[in-house]
């Protein structure tokens, strides 16, 4: 199990540019799966991006092809996703997830295949 706490969220106009972080406590490692995932209000929680050091393989949502990316520093303990070119529908509250079990599924999209999630950090974009 792993503590993560997002950071780097904010309001933005259209066009712009956020960089989310999440450190984990105590540590993460080449196994260990982890996501960016949003959820706006009145909506549910959907995968934005994932990836899985072991082999350096991500996975993104259609939506957010070309302008997010996500990257990890197992030597910082740290997630991050680099959002370009910011769209008002990109506004929702922001969460890192992690998995650490042996199988866990690399890539993967899906909030049910995380156990450790972060609090959240606010995004905004305006028109």
């Known amino acids: 199990q792993v503590q993560l706490v997002e950071s780097g969220g904010g309001s933005v106009q259209a066009g712009g540019s956020l960089r989310l972080s999440c450190a984990a406590a105590?540590?993460?490692?080449?196994?260990?799966?982890m996501g960016w995932f949003r959820q706006a209000p009145g909506k549910e929680r959907e995968g934005v991006a994932a990836?899985?050091?072991?082999?350096?393989?991500?996975n993104y949502d259609d939506s957010v092809k070309g302008r997010f990316t996500i990257s990890q520093d197992n030597a910082k303990n740290t997630l991050y996703l680099q959002m370009n070119s910011l769209k008002p529908e990109d506004t929702a509250m922001y969460f890192c997830?992690?998995?650490?079990?042996?199988?866990?599924?690399?890539?993967?999209?899906?909030?049910?295949?995380?156990?450790?999630w972060g609090q959240g950090t606010q995004v905004t974009v305006s028109s």
């Open positions: 105590p540590y993460i490692d080449w196994s260990t799966c």
């Open positions: 997830a992690a998995e650490t079990s042996a199988f866990c599924r690399h890539y993967s999209l899906a909030p049910g295949d995380y156990s450790d």
């Open positions: 990836v899985y050091s072991g082999d350096s393989g991500t």
